[in-house]
């Protein structure tokens, strides 16, 4: 895995912003309060902030064949540990914050806030669904905004790996062995790798992503994924015409996808893949080369523990203002500001305290996990 990207912590950093504001905007009452003052600036983060879960999408898909199958070629021989170190990464965190998230509703509740955004307490089947990423396929409610992401990046992480391992299978050859490389030399200009992501990549532009009952599984999202992994092929080709090809590629498979059927996010995805694939040939000044801002680079490192546990705290400072503030125009708008404030500090003693951590391993998470249930028994005993 190559060393972080200045310019994509960046990114990740903007779009994590984006994504607290929609929340805020989306479900009130603070953005209620403040909208007929401000209401083309409301309007535009319901309606399109949200996009910028895109941006995620194709940055997962870009990391992804960086770590899986940097030049193409089969890495991983052993498809299960994969999986199990992705989702202790990804659950770890998850865990924590989906506590803290049932305690501040449950707090919120007992001091008479009642909002729509508002979860109803947890069951048990719910609990374990949500610690095993099946809340979504299941159909249970979600116990907070935007969990569904984290099973969807799981999907298309171990849809992609398990193509890069069946791919390995195939090819019959040891990891790094002479088969997996002759399918380069060749003289054919894709990998088997390659082959099987442009194929998943188009179906799911072309097909599954038009069909919205299929939007909790990975198959509904994989095009913007696909377009992301790509970009990497792209921008780290040998050869300046490969890097113009996969250029060419995308830009085909995003046309098609937007003639069969308009769709902004998918217009953003492709112009974010595109981006990653052709800076490399662009001649940039110094000044946009060097760029560099630092806040938001942080930003952008804790942004998937900032994700998981804003809006817990975007529900308590709702709550607190409606109930000490509920009308004053003025104060609810710094409410807003607060709620970013408070939501990137706790992401930060999230990403300090758990996601970052060396430590973390099968028994830790299992301890989190039981952490939350404990949280979830305590709420249904009505201790909380």
């Not at 949200?50 to 997962?60: C, S």
């Not at 607190?320 to 503030?325: G, I, K, M, R």
């Not at 104060?331 to 970052?356: D, F, I, K, T």
């Not at 951590?357 to 989190?368: C, I």
């Amino acid at each position: 895995m190559p060393s972080r990207n200045t310019w994509l912590d960046q990114a990740k950093g903007l779009a994590c912003l984006l994504i607290i504001c929609h929340h805020l905007a989306f479900y009130g009452p603070m953005s209620d309060v403040v909208k007929p003052m401000a209401t083309g600036l409301m309007d535009w983060l319901f309606e399109y902030a949200r996009m910028a879960v895109q941006v995620f999408l194709v940055l997962g898909g870009y990391l992804a064949a960086a770590g899986l199958a940097p030049q193409g070629l089969t890495r991983h021989s052993q498809l299960l540990p994969l999986l199990g170190k992705r989702f202790v990464r990804l659950v770890l965190p998850f865990a924590a914050a989906l506590a803290l998230t049932i305690l501040v509703t449950e707090l919120v509740r007992n001091l008479g806030f009642e909002h729509s955004s508002m979860s109803a307490p947890p069951t048990w089947s719910q609990l374990l669904a949500h610690l095993f990423l099946l809340q979504g396929v299941g159909g249970w409610e979600s116990l907070s905004a935007g969990v569904w992401y984290v099973a969807i990046d799981f999907q298309l992480y171990a849809l992609a790996a398990l193509w890069v391992w069946t791919s390995h299978r195939l090819l019959h050859a040891p990891l790094g062995g002479t088969a997996a490389q002759s399918t380069v030399r060749s003289g054919f200009p894709l990998t088997l790798v390659q082959i099987g992501v442009l194929l998943l990549t188009m179906a799911s532009l072309w097909d599954w992503n038009l069909d919205s009952d299929l939007d909790n599984w990975a198959i509904y999202f994989f095009g913007a994924y696909g377009l992301g992994m790509m970009a990497w092929w792209a921008a780290h080709c040998e050869h300046p015409m490969g890097r113009w090809w996969w250029g060419a590629a995308m830009l085909v498979l995003g046309a098609v996808a937007l003639w069969l059927e308009w769709r902004t996010r998918i217009a953003l995805a492709l112009v974010t893949a595109l981006v990653l694939a052709l800076a490399g040939s662009v001649h940039w000044s110094a000044r946009v080369r060097n760029f560099h801002c630092a806040p938001l680079e942080q930003l952008g490192q804790m942004s998937y523990s900032i994700f998981l546990i804003h809006f817990g705290i975007c529900l308590l400072v709702n709550a607190v203002w409606h109930l000490l503030w509920p009308d004053s125009l003025l104060l609810n708008a710094l409410g807003l500001l607060v709620a970013v404030a408070l939501s990137v500090a706790a992401g930060h003693l999230l990403y300090q305290g758990v996601e970052n951590r060396s430590s973390a391993n099968w028994l830790e998470l299992l301890r989190w996990q039981a952490g939350t249930m404990g949280v979830g028994a305590a709420v249904a005993l009505n201790l909380i």
